[in-house]
Nanobody, 125 residues
Framework: QVQLVESGGGLVQPGGSLRLSCAAS????????IGWFRQAPGKEREAVSC????????RYADSVKGRFTISRDNAKNTAFLQMNSLKPEDTAVYYC??????????????????WGQGTQVTVSS
């Protein structure tokens, strides 16, 4: 049974940083793509970043490009989202998603069959 558990959310001031983690378990191999998504109050869930399973190709939404960095530690089955220069508009529940049926980096939510429970990120002074 695949499980994804996010951690690292919290309250941070504008300009601050947070590092989200997504611990995966239950996959038969390390070859699964990972995506980070977020949902702000009253808005639809949107893609933030993703990383492919084999060549660590990464992709970022324009709104976070240059501020967020996605990475993965295959030995620990954990993915990370380093978020710097945070803005109030980054406030949202952040979800990680994964699937071993896709190897490429995808922003389509329907491509991911496994989702974490989400972690709240609040950027406010």
């Amino acid at each position: 049974q695949v499980q994804l558990v996010e951690s690292g959310g919290g309250l941070v001031q504008p300009g601050g940083s947070l590092r989200l983690s997504c611990a995966a378990s239950g996959f038969g191999s390390r070859y699964y793509a990972i995506g980070w998504f977020r949902q702000a109050p009253g808005k639809e869930r949107e893609a933030v970043s993703c990383i492919s399973s084999r060549d660590d190709y990464t992709r970022y939404a324009d709104s976070v490009k240059g501020r967020f960095t996605i990475s993965r530690d295959n030995a620990k089955n954990t993915a990370f989202l380093q978020m710097n220069s945070l803005k109030p508009e980054d406030t949202a529940v952040y979800y990680c998603a994964a699937d071993d049926r896709i190897w490429t980096c995808e922003f389509r939510q329907n491509d991911y069959g496994y989702w974490g429970q989400g972690t709240q990120v609040t950027v406010s002074s």
